[in-house]
T-cell receptor
Framework: GAGVSQSPSNKVTEKGKDVELRCDPI?????LYWYRQSLGQGLEFLIYFQGNSAPDKSGLPSDRFSAERTGGSVSTLTIQRTQQEDSAVYLC??????????????FGSGTRLTVV | QKEVEQNSGPLSVPEGAIASLNCTYS??????FFWYRQYSGKSPELIMSIYSNGDKEDGRFTAQLNKASQYVSLLIRDSQPSDSATYLCAVNYGGATNKLIFGTGTLLAVQP
């Protein structure tokens, strides 16, 4: 597609429920990243996929968070047993970058998650 | 802990003035540096990248990099009210990862 597409744009869920957030990167972009941004805060790195390499999961805050990327394209971020502190905007980005040749990211419009 | 530091602001400048936004980073091995602009309620958008010491100009924007001082800045000339946004500095620390570490951003307010 023309840009990075994320769905849903907004999600309200009850504490303890599981949620899935979807990201469809720009066609041909080999790198895909998930960040989250809490109100008034900076971007917190969560996970990074590069081609067929093992993902960099170093930013996932707990084992309730997981992500996968199928076929080198669409990615799903899953949060199990959601907590109120998970409320944030979850941003997906993609880039053409290869290791040692980094370029800038293109971000999607984000998913605003509210846990009540 | 690799860090990227920015003054949160707000930085208030009059219309037509030069806005100067600053960023420091902790790791001397850093290789790539980016400035993103984020309007309220929107996603970040890339406005500048810089990879080597010195200045890089693009229209009204100039990025400046000083690796010895671990310092990167963004100058906005002839500031316009439409430039009012949060400016995020991002740093790639190199190696096998393309992961960017973001600062918390500086809020710029351009007064008409």
């Amino acid at each position: 597609g023309a840009g990075v597409s994320q769905s849903p744009s907004n999600k309200v869920t009850e504490k303890g429920k599981d949620v899935e957030l979807r990201c469809d990167p720009i066609s041909g972009h080999t790198a895909l990243y998930w960040y989250r941004q809490s109100l008034g805060q900076g971007l917190e790195f969560l996970i990074y996929f590069q081609g067929n390499s093992a993902p960099d999961k170093s930013g996932l805050p707990s084992d309730r968070f997981s992500a996968e990327r199928t076929g080198g394209s669409v990615s799903t971020l899953t949060i199990q047993r959601t907590q109120q502190e998970d409320s944030a905007v979850y941003l997906c980005a993609s880039s053409l970058a290869r290791p040692g040749n980094i370029g800038g990211y293109t971000f999607g419009s984000g998913t605003r998650l509210t846990v009540v | 802990q690799k860090e990227v530091e920015q003054n949160s602001g707000p930085l208030s400048v009059p219309e037509g003035a030069i806005a100067s936004l600053n960023c420091t980073y902790s790791d001397r091995g850093s290789q790539s540096f980016f400035w993103y602009r984020q309007y309220s309620g929107k996603s970040p958008e890339l406005i500048m990248s810089i990879y080597s010491n010195g200045d890089k100009e693009d229209g009204r924007f100039t990025a400046q990099l000083n690796k010895a001082s671990q310092y990167v800045s963004l100058l906005i000339r002839d500031s316009q009210p439409s430039d009012s946004a949060t400016y995020l500095c991002a740093v790639n620390y190199g190696g096998a990862t393309n992961k960017l570490i973001f600062g918390t951003g500086t809020l710029l307010a351009v007064q008409p």
